[in-house]
């Protein structure tokens, strides 16, 4: 997992400039966001409302430029809804980048 860092040092030396709140709001967004979406996979059951979860994960990955995010959301576009190995993935993923976050 040490890989996932690579992409949180993308974060911090982004063209945002210098304002440290605009920065800290952004990663605050980007981490609430990918909980959401996470959680989201969690519950669904169904296919459209898995899909819809995952490409929103997709397109924060794109967003902010994470490639391991981006990478795991396409994995969980091809998983069956409910797999429990993707779940897992995400959540260790969105524990890291929390940890990573906060120690920007």
């Known amino acids: ?18 304002d440290p709140a605009l920065i800290e709001e952004l990663h605050s967004a980007l981490a609430d966001s990918v909980g959401r979406q996470v959680d989201l996979l969690a519950r669904a059951r169904c296919d459209g409302n898995w899909h819809i979860a ?3 994960l997709a397109g924060l990955a794109a967003s ?12 969980a576009e091809s998983a069956a809804p409910g797999d429990p190995v993707i779940i897992a ?3 260790a993923y969105l524990a890291e980048l929390r940890a990573a976050l906060a120690q920007t």
């Open 54 to 56: 995952a490409a929103r």
């Open 89 to 91: 993935k995400l959540r």
């Open 1 to 18: 997992m040490a890989e996932y860092h690579s992409d949180f040092s993308l974060l911090r030396g982004s063209p945002l400039g210098d």
């Open 64 to 75: 902010f430029g994470v490639d391991q995010l981006a990478a795991l959301a396409s994995e």
